[in-house]
């Protein structure tokens, strides 16, 4: 089991630092700090800067958290519901059609590393139902869910249970090699 990341190229220590944990401190995050993740998280390139994303959040105890509680799947609010705030990140089909999910991802990870460099952790979350997050936002048909984050201040993986526990390792990647080709693919 991996504990400490190491890789070959003299790359920036938040590429490597930067983890999804599930351990977190139940406290509200405060506005200004939602604002100053999602201030960087608008920063990210996208096709023709249609900038085809938009940030719906509940801090923690807030009016809006039971009813973001709702939304992930009973596997990530077993966790989940310990952050100090969740945030759905919704990306716009009509304005970037083919390309908002791409461009919602490159918000999502600027937001990650924002939230880094602030001493707060983020999780994504594939899972969650759409048909729940549409209703509680009110979406329209055009406005796409695409993560459900988890945000906030991480704690001791002694709080969690033990299966998740067990999981609060640093994950590894694919060597640089298998994903990096000097023109065409040679395996694909
Ligand atoms: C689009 C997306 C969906 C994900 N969905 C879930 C999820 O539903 N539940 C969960 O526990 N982690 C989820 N993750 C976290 C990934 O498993 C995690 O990012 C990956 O294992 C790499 O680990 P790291 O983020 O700690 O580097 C998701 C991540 C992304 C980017």
Same mark, same amino acid.
């Given at each position: %089991? %991996?504990?400490?990341?190491?890789?070959?190229?003299?790359?920036?220590?938040?590429? +490597?630092?930067? %983890?999804?944990?599930?351990?977190?401190?139940?406290?509200?995050?405060?506005?200004?700090?939602?604002?100053?993740?999602?201030?960087?998280? !608008?920063?990210?390139?996208?096709? =023709? $800067?249609?900038?085809?994303?938009?940030?719906?959040?509940? +801090?923690?105890?807030? #009016?809006?958290?039971? /009813?973001?509680?709702?939304?992930? $799947?009973?596997? $990530?609010?077993?966790?989940? &519901?310990?952050?100090?705030? @969740?945030?759905?990140?919704?990306?716009?089909?009509?304005?970037?059609?083919?390309?908002?999910?791409?461009?919602?991802?490159? #918000?999502?990870?600027?937001?990650?590393?924002?939230?880094?460099? *602030?001493?707060?952790?983020?999780?994504? *979350?594939?899972?969650?139902? /759409?048909?729940?997050? =549409?209703?509680?936002?009110? @979406?329209?048909?055009?406005?796409?869910?695409?993560?459900?984050?988890?945000?906030?201040?991480?704690?001791?993986?002694?709080? +969690?249970?033990?299966?998740?526990?067990? !999981?609060?390792?640093?994950?590894?990647?694919?060597?640089?090699?298998?994903?990096?080709?000097?023109?065409? &693919?040679? $395996?694909?």
């Amino acid at each position: %089991m %991996m504990t400490t990341r190491t890789t070959t190229t003299a790359i920036q220590p938040q590429f +490597l630092q930067r %983890m999804s944990p599930r351990a977190f401190v139940p406290e509200a995050l405060s506005t200004a700090q939602i604002e100053q993740l999602v201030d960087a998280a !608008r920063w990210a390139p996208s096709a =023709s $800067n249609k900038q085809p994303w938009h940030f719906a959040y509940a +801090l923690r105890g807030d #009016a809006n958290w039971e /009813a973001f509680s709702q939304i992930p $799947n009973e596997f $990530n609010r077993r966790w989940c &519901l310990n952050a100090g705030a @969740l945030i759905v990140l919704v990306s716009d089909t009509e304005a970037s059609p083919g390309k908002h999910s791409f461009d919602a991802g490159c #918000a999502w990870g600027y937001l990650a590393l924002q939230a880094h460099a *602030m001493g707060l952790a983020t999780h994504a *979350m594939g899972g969650f139902s /759409a048909e729940e997050a =549409s209703k509680v936002l009110g @979406l329209p048909a055009h406005l796409v869910p695409e993560i459900v984050i988890a945000v906030g201040q991480r704690a001791d993986a002694s709080t +969690l249970p033990d299966d998740l526990r067990e !999981r609060e390792v640093p994950t590894d990647r694919k060597p640089l090699a298998e994903v990096l080709s000097a023109g065409a &693919l040679k $395996n694909a």
